[in-house]
């Protein structure tokens, strides 16, 4: 009877609940990139701001809409910028290692106000112009873009109740998807 040793089982597929597989090697790599994610992003962790979940399938970045954009502007906002920056060489880093970086703009079900509504008519294209921003600043900090795409989820994946401030604060949010290829 031949014994496995640790490699054998390192290429083993690690199969989560109702999840599909990967190898222990890809789930421990994920594990070590969403800690150094996090050690990076600690500040804005502690406001609030952030959020970092392990996924079935690699990890989610959430920002929230008030670190990134100001209400009613595009342009992302010093915090956002250096929020990001913290973790631009990390992407860079993940992209190179074969893995895919989603930016997904997501928005409440308030109409656009006025001053956006001739250039983006709805929230969905509001949502993808902002993502768009952020795909743009991670390439100029080094994230090939060959790896990334922008996603607009518009107002239609909400997170919380659209029936408060605070569930609409919720929903304003971008999320960066990092999975494996």
Not at 75 to 85: S, V
């Amino acid at each position: 009877m031949r014994l496995a040793t640790r490699a054998t089982f390192a290429a083993l597929p690690l199969c989560l609940a109702l999840a599909g597989c990967v190898t222990m090697n890809t789930y421990n790599s994920m594990l070590q990139q969403q800690e150094a994610l996090e050690a990076s992003l600690r500040s804005e962790i502690a406001a609030d701001q952030v959020k970092i979940e392990q996924l079935e399938n690699g990890i989610k970045v959430q920002m929230s809409d008030a670190l990134l954009y100001r209400s009613g502007v595009v342009e992302l906002h010093p915090n956002g910028i250096a929020a990001l920056d913290k973790v631009a060489a990390q992407l860079a880093n993940m992209a190179a290692q074969g893995n895919e970086v989603d930016v997904v703009g997501n928005t409440d079900n308030v109409p656009i106000g006025a001053a956006l509504a001739e250039r983006y008519p709805s929230n969905w294209e509001l949502a993808g112009a902002r993502a768009s921003l952020v795909v743009r600043h991670l390439q100029n900090k080094g994230v090939d873009p060959s790896k990334m795409e922008a996603v607009s989820n518009g107002q239609y994946r909400p997170v919380a109740s659209n029936d408060t401030p605070e569930g609409r604060a919720q929903n304003r949010r971008t999320e960066i998807l990092i999975r494996p290829r």
